[in-house]
């Protein structure tokens, strides 16, 4: 059975940091490169961040320096640490498996992030 539940999400002014979390079913993490992915109101959802099962990372441009993904492969988790956020960061933050994210049908219930201008 599938299951993905991200937290850690919460209010914040500009410049402050947040460090979500994603714990999932192994079936979803095991072997797989995991994502995060953000939805923002009326926008599309789009990809953040990669992290391969062996550690290799790619971030999207908008995040890049400023966003840091890990995994613990032990607890099935995958972690997201955001520092300098800026209110356009502000979305509702999910995980996933990285290959076909676009296309997924499953997905955990995210976490909102707000940041404050």
């Known amino acids: 059975q599938e299951q993905l539940v991200e937290s850690g999400g919460g209010l914040v002014q500009t410049g402050g940091s947040l460090r979500l979390s994603c714990a999932a079913s192994?079936?979803?993490?095991?072997?797989?490169?995991m994502g995060w992915y953000r939805q923002a109101p009326e926008n599309q959802r789009e990809w953040v961040a990669t992290?391969?099962?062996?550690?290799?990372?790619a971030y999207a441009d908008s995040v890049k320096g400023r966003f840091t993904i890990s995994r613990d492969n032990a607890k099935n988790t995958v972690y997201l640490q955001m520092n300098s956020l800026k209110p356009e960061d502000t979305a509702v933050y999910y995980c996933?498996?990285?290959?076909?994210?676009?296309?997924?049908?499953?997905w955990g219930q995210g976490t909102q992030v707000t940041v404050s201008s």
């Open positions: 996933n498996r990285f290959r076909d994210w676009s296309t997924r049908t499953y």
């Open positions: 192994g079936s979803i993490f095991r072997f797989n490169a």
């Open positions: 992290i391969t099962s062996g550690g290799s990372t």
